[in-house]
């Protein structure tokens, strides 16, 4: 266990979580615009990759990788490469590649926290995660559905 949440803990960060992504959506519901132009964002891009990079640094930096140790330095030195390689060659869609990214990222501390837990509170946070994970690895290898997302849905509405 890396991240030594407790099953509580990682609800209440779940649910703050919740509220905090759907607060503006309630208070100013004309954020569409925002919404949007969220997916190509190059600002929204390089802030949310370079949150994916610290994130993942730290998590190679101080996770037990067992027999596979000896890889450690050189992912180290391959990440931060990976990142500027990213930032340059990665033009499209940056900002929702780098979302899905983070919520893959996020999806492990919540999987953990819920691990060999016998409370019933712990499907709720398994189910999340798992959303996250499903919503992650679409924004990551097929970025423009987000996009149609939004399309579709104003086109409905």
Do not use: H
């Amino acid at each position: 266990m890396i991240y030594n949440l407790s099953l509580q803990t990682a609800g209440i960060i779940a649910g703050v979580f919740l509220i905090l992504i759907s607060l503006p959506g309630l208070v100013k519901p004309d954020l569409a615009g925002v919404a949007q132009r969220f997916p190509r964002s190059r600002v929204a891009g390089v802030v949310l990759l370079t949150i994916c990079l610290a994130w993942t640094f730290w998590l190679l930096a101080t996770i037990q990788m067992g027999e596979f140790s000896a890889f450690r330095r050189p992912l180290l030195i391959a990440l931060p490469i990976g990142y500027v390689l990213a930032l340059g060659f990665v033009e499209e869609f940056l900002a929702v590649r780098a979302l899905g990214i983070l919520c893959l990222l996020a999806a492990e501390p919540l999987l953990d926290a819920a691990f060999l837990r016998y409370e019933t509170s712990r499907l709720l946070l398994t189910v999340f995660a798992y959303l996250l994970i499903v919503a992650g690895l679409f924004w990551v290898a097929i970025p423009y559905l987000l996009r149609d997302t939004r399309s579709r849905s104003s086109m409905a509405a």
